[in-house]
């Protein structure tokens, strides 16, 4: 009896800070969440330690990754057991190590882990730590100078701070973790304002149309697209239809691309579609402005859903024939874009690509005014798929300092401005599967660069590299 308690409290411990993570908006549990799994982790056996981690983390994303159900069925398991590898080799390591400091090393070693993630097998930093504070700005808004890695990392170290002031009393730890924290957030508010210096605005018309998704006729999608662009105020300065609206080959589609073309002479239209160039299919984004037309071929494609991993080989491509009925054949783009509207310049994200800090933040990319984001969520369905995939926008353009807008299929679409103000549309009180234009006003204001932007992430991984290297010296 004792031990199924025990078991029940864990399940309990690791399920808890589940509600500070999209959709729920408890952000405050994130800080201290984590606790009573510490607690019941085994100190002394890193082998136990390795599995109750694995337990631990496994708990965790297959509550909050049990959209993926939808689409792989009971297989997103392995998804959920793959990212709780990172939760067990975390808990193996760090009570493997002196308990003097280990509220720094811990946010160190996590930090290094999701970094990690964000990169290894194409990588999949969906659910990290950082992503439980996307509905209080006053603490995403550090991830302009950490990065979301290392917003994750501060988390985790008040939590072992916490953790160590219950049970061993080291009440300096919380003391100064919370110094630390209210310290970057002051620090974030103040070097991330920026001011508009007129009342100048570009109006971008966000198209949502409930439909326009694969397995769906590409004509009727068109025509319900275009019906709706057609209502849209003419002071509109662009109009975008999201991923897939039209999902089919949009080139060797006449009539669209005519219409395309005539509409964009009088407000430019950004597209979502499928290319075709040289025999390979790309996931795209085309920009028609002013009669011309421009595309952006997706860079980051979804494994599995875009393309499958090891299909060199045929054990591979047969067991994914028979549970998928074919293999996705997409190919990735090579080119880093920007569209020019007028004075301005913005970069274009398909999918899930705005899920990665470093499809955004590099040293050499050009400077941009603002992030459009298209996407198909329809088979996340009514979950909370949607809502997690919108809140990584927050940290987007609180890392880059600049608004961000997300178009949808099915919902979500809503804008994102770098003073932390959020805005979804809604019919009632629906944001998925619903139809209608969302107006968004992106003003041209005094752009001042984030900490995170300008040193990137290099910057910040020398800062936590450097820390534990104090860390293992002193021990």
């Avoid at 402005?289 to 080989?313: A, M, T």
Wanted: proline letters at 5%; hydrophobic letters at 45%; one cysteine or more.
């Amino acid at each position: 009896m004792k031990k199924t308690g025990m078991v029940l409290l864990f399940i309990l411990g690791s399920s808890l800070p589940c509600f500070s993570f999209p959709p729920f908006n408890l952000w405050q549990i994130a800080w201290f969440g984590f606790v009573i799994v510490l607690f019941l982790i085994n100190k002394v056996n890193p082998l136990k330690s390795f599995i109750q981690g694995l337990l631990a983390g496994f708990v965790f994303y297959s509550f909050l990754l049990n959209w993926i159900y939808s689409v792989a069925g009971p297989f997103y398991l392995f998804v959920a057991l793959y990212l709780a590898i990172y939760w067990a080799v975390f808990f193996s390591i760090i009570f493997s190590l002196p308990e003097k400091n280990r509220v720094i090393i811990a946010g160190c070693l996590w930090y290094f882990l999701e970094i990690i993630n964000q990169h290894l097998l194409t990588g999949f930093p969906w659910i990290f730590i950082g992503l439980s504070q996307w509905s209080n700005p006053a603490t995403a808004r550090i991830s302009s100078i950490t990065g979301s890695a290392g917003l994750s990392s501060i988390i985790i170290a008040v939590n072992f701070a916490v953790y160590e002031a219950l049970r061993y009393k080291k009440f300096l730890s919380v003391f100064f973790t919370a110094v630390i924290l209210f310290f970057l957030s002051w620090l974030s508010v103040i070097l991330t304002a920026y001011h508009s210096p007129d009342f100048n605005f570009k109006t971008i018309a966000a198209v949502q149309a409930n439909c326009g998704y694969f397995g769906q006729n590409p004509e009727q999608s068109f025509e319900k697209y275009s019906l709706i662009t057609e209502k849209i105020p003419l002071m509109c300065d662009l109009i975008v239809w999201p991923e897939s609206s039209y999902p089919a080959i949009l080139e060797e589609n006449k009539k669209a691309m005519e219409y395309l073309i005539k509409k964009s002479f009088h407000t430019p239209v950004l597209v979502g579609s499928i290319s075709k160039e040289n025999g390979n299919i790309y996931n795209s984004a085309y920009f028609f402005n002013n009669g011309n037309y421009y595309k952006y071929d997706k860079r980051h494609l979804v494994p599995f859903g875009e393309f499958v991993p090891g299909k060199r080989f045929k054990i591979v491509r047969e067991i994914y024939k028979k549970f998928a009925g074919g293999i996705p054949e997409m190919k990735k783009g090579q080119h880093y874009q920007l569209f020019q509207l007028d004075s301005s310049k913005f970069l274009v994200l398909i999918c899930y690509e705005n899920i990665f800090p470093e499809m955004t933040v590099t040293s050499e990319k050009e400077p941009f005014d603002f992030i459009i984001v298209i996407t198909n969520d329809s088979w996340y369905g009514n979950s909370f798929g949607p809502y997690q995939h919108f809140a990584h926008n927050i940290f987007r353009s609180f890392e880059t300092g600049t608004p961000v807008v997300q178009v949808s299929t099915t919902g979500i679409t809503g804008s994102v401005y770098p003073n932390g103000q959020v805005t979804m549309m809604q019919k009632g009180k629906k944001h998925l599967f619903v139809e209608g234009t969302m107006l968004v006003a992106i003003p041209d204001y005094d752009k001042m660069k984030t900490i995170y932007e300008m040193a990137g992430e290099t910057f910040v991984a020398m800062i936590f590299l450097l820390l534990t290297g104090v860390y293992l010296c002193r021990n």
